[in-house]
């Protein structure tokens, strides 16, 4: 089996058991034994839910995956745009920049141009696509993977284009080294991002061989550090010295901030993953055949509800939406350039979403077979009250750890009700 990367872990000396984040699970990726909680690699999407609920904050990111553009001689840093929204209003996006180039980035790159162009581009393939609707969005590394994970009937549904933040980092490595007359290996490019997801992403992709990031931080790491520099800056700021050619653009961050990007028709926008799934549950039985395109995001409100924010979702989006009507400015697209690229498929995924293969069902189909009617036969045997007191957050998914050999019937406390020989 393939092994999966994930950017959060349990750390065991803290964990003291208590079974929120084996209950909020959306893929039922974790279980608690002898007390502490693990997490099944294969079935974490890396929401980042499990780490929102923990109340011992048992549930920890690898802070040193900021070290690995250190050794590159030119820096370049792509914020996500969750990291405006952390901070009030009336301080201007450039001056977050200057900020970031304090703390020993050459440079300072937007996200705003590739996601309207992005969005210009999947209004051009939801036109043009005649198969089985509605189409997914693909820019939730989360959605993606709980897809692949939960319903792999569905990938065919997502749609075949890649993110603003790839984009954006491959512009960069394809026209900086030419600008600078320095070698693409020089260059460093750092991504903020805002949740394990996205981190997952550029650390082990599920759509290319690899990420066009070097590196990737989160804003929970980025803002304590950023802040000092702000405050100092704010004092002595001038907005008339920001360069003519400075964009900001709040982006995709909020819920329908892909489908007002794109201003596309008959569309739904659904975020939190209790709401996506249903979602996802109606569309897998052909209940939304009258709406073209779903755009799906992970947390509530958006990628500002993500986990590793530091600022409170709803004061985060009032935030983005002022900053938004204070500095946002209209970004001019080159349409033919836009449709050019299109129809060359620069903005398509490089290899298409598949479903991710479990150990449960990664084997020969007589023995998926014989395992599947194992599990039913343990499961009616049990109460069926998903109490969670053996430590998995179902009693299937307690079955299916018996017919694996993770557990024993009586790890089950209404043991007596399971005939070994039913």
């Not at 609707?133 to 569905?154: A, E, F, H, N, T």
């Not at 209209?330 to 979403?353: A, F, N, Q, S, T």
């Amino acid at each position: 089996m393939r092994q999966f990367f994930h950017s959060h872990s349990v750390a065991t000396d803290i964990c003291r058991g208590h079974m929120a984040c084996m209950r909020s699970c959306p893929t039922q990726a974790i279980r608690v034994r002898r007390g502490k909680g693990r997490i099944n690699s294969e079935l974490c999407v890396d929401c980042g839910e499990c780490i929102a609920v923990c109340p011992s904050g048992a549930i920890v990111f690898d802070s040193d995956l900021s070290a690995e553009v250190s050794n590159f001689s030119y820096k370049v840093v792509v914020p996500s745009p969750v990291l405006y929204s952390q901070f009030e209003p009336d301080i201007h996006p450039y001056l977050i920049h200057l900020a970031l180039e304090q703390l020993g980035f050459d440079r300072v790159v937007d996200v705003s141009t590739s996601s309207m162009a992005l969005g210009a581009a999947l209004l051009r393939y939801i036109a043009a696509y005649k198969g089985r609707r509605p189409l997914i969005s693909s820019y939730c590394p989360s959605i993606l993977r709980l897809i692949q994970v939960k319903y792999p009937d569905l990938v065919e549904l997502v749609v075949p284009l890649d993110v603003p933040r790839e984009l954006t980092a491959r512009e960069i490595r394809k026209n900086l080294p030419r600008e600078l007359g320095i070698k693409s290996e020089d260059i460093g490019i750092m991504y903020v991002a805002s949740c394990p997801g996205k981190i997952v992403s550029i650390k082990q992709p599920a759509e290319k061989a690899r990420s066009w990031f070097d590196g990737v931080t989160s804003v929970k790491d980025v803002y304590p550090v950023l802040l000092p520099h702000i405050i100092a800056e704010k004092e002595k700021f001038d907005d008339s010295t920001v360069p003519d050619d400075f964009s900001f653009h709040a982006g995709w961050i909020r819920s329908g901030g892909i489908i007002q990007s794109g201003k596309a028709g008959n569309w739904l926008a659904v975020s939190g993953l209790d709401h996506v799934k249903r979602i996802l549950d109606d569309i897998e039985n052909s209940r939304l055949r009258n709406v073209d395109f779903v755009e799906a995001l992970a947390h509530m409100l958006g990628c500002i509800g993500g986990p590793f924010c530091v600022e409170n979702p709803y004061v985060a989006r009032t935030n983005s939406i002022k900053q938004r009507e204070k500095y946002e400015k209209k970004i001019e697209l080159d349409l033919e350039d836009i449709y050019r690229k299109y129809d060359e498929g620069y903005y398509r995924l490089e290899k298409p979403v598949l479903p991710r293969p479990t150990t449960y069902f990664d084997t020969d189909l007589p023995t998926s077979i014989k395992r599947m009617k194992e599990r039913e036969r343990v499961y009616r045997g049990l109460r069926q009250i998903d109490c969670g007191c053996c430590g998995c957050p179902t009693c299937m998914t307690f079955a299916e750890d018996f017919v694996m050999g993770e557990v024993e019937l009586t790890d089950c406390v209404f043991f007596p009700q399971v005939s070994e020989n039913e």
